[in-house]
């Protein structure tokens, strides 16, 4: 399994809504992360986990919460949420060990809309 | 200063022709060099990794790495409409798990 799932693939929520991106991945990559990306702009990191632990946080507002329960999933929970936030939501992994020459694998993305 | 910069773009060039696309880096120690390809609406794809000065071909695709330079190109031969996508070239910066990325080239490869 050489992939990065992320669910859902599309995301509407209010403003006043909590919700929930998940991300799961079976390569045993021990480092995982979240990006945020708007249109026409290019990727934007937000969170990085390593070994489960959380070890850069890119000063992303508190309305965004990661999580990793595991190894293999990574959580980014959503609350009060502003239009502007609307993007798409990317996850990605790596091996630290093959990270130079192998770099990140990314997930489809959430797309996601604040209304 | 923007940590990871690319030739602005869009970059418009015919099928069958060579699209050269460029990148520099400002943190002196970064490790590792990549370029992503990223059709609207999906998410990046790695296409070259390279992170020992010289080039590093695979099949139409040859990235080039200069350290002294700060400076990384990628070179698509033999361009072909499918190649038509934005082009991101991403560094991890040296000591640290971040993979950051310029803001993207896009390409249009003509019929």
């Known amino acids: 399994d050489t992939e990065v799932t992320q669910t859902p693939k599309h995301l509407v929520m209010g403003m006043t809504n909590k919700k929930s991106l998940k991300c799961e991945q079976h390569m045993g990559h021990r480092a995982m992360y979240w990006y945020k990306q708007k249109a026409k702009k290019p990727p934007e990191l937000m969170f990085v986990y390593s070994y489960e632990k959380l070890s850069i946080n890119e000063s992303v507002p508190s309305r965004f919460s990661p999580e990793c329960p595991n190894s293999s999933l990574l959580n980014l929970h959503l609350h009060a949420l502003q239009p502007e936030d609307s993007a798409l939501y990317l996850c990605?992994?790596?091996?630290?060990?093959?990270?130079?020459?192998?770099?990140?694998?990314f997930g489809s993305g959430t797309r996601l809309t604040v209304v | 200063q923007k940590e990871v910069e690319q030739n602005s773009g869009p970059l418009s060039v015919p099928e069958g022709a060579i699209a050269s696309l460029n990148c520099t880096y400002s943190d002196r120690v970064s490790q590792s060099f990549f370029w992503y390809r990223q059709y609207s609406g999906k998410s990046p794809e790695l296409i070259m990794s390279?992170?020992?000065?010289g080039d590093k071909e695979d099949g139409r695709f040859t990235a080039q790495l200069n350290k002294a330079s700060q400076y990384v190109s990628l070179l698509i031969r033999d361009s072909q409409p499918s190649d038509s996508a934005t082009y991101l070239c991403?560094?991890?910066?040296?000591?640290?798990?971040?993979?950051?990325f310029g803001k993207g080239t896009k390409l249009t490869v003509n019929p």
């Open positions: 390279i992170y020992s000065n």
């Open positions: 990605a992994s790596s091996q630290s060990q093959d990270r130079v020459r192998y770099g990140y694998t």
């Open positions: 991403a560094v991890i910066q040296g000591g640290s798990e971040k993979l950051v």
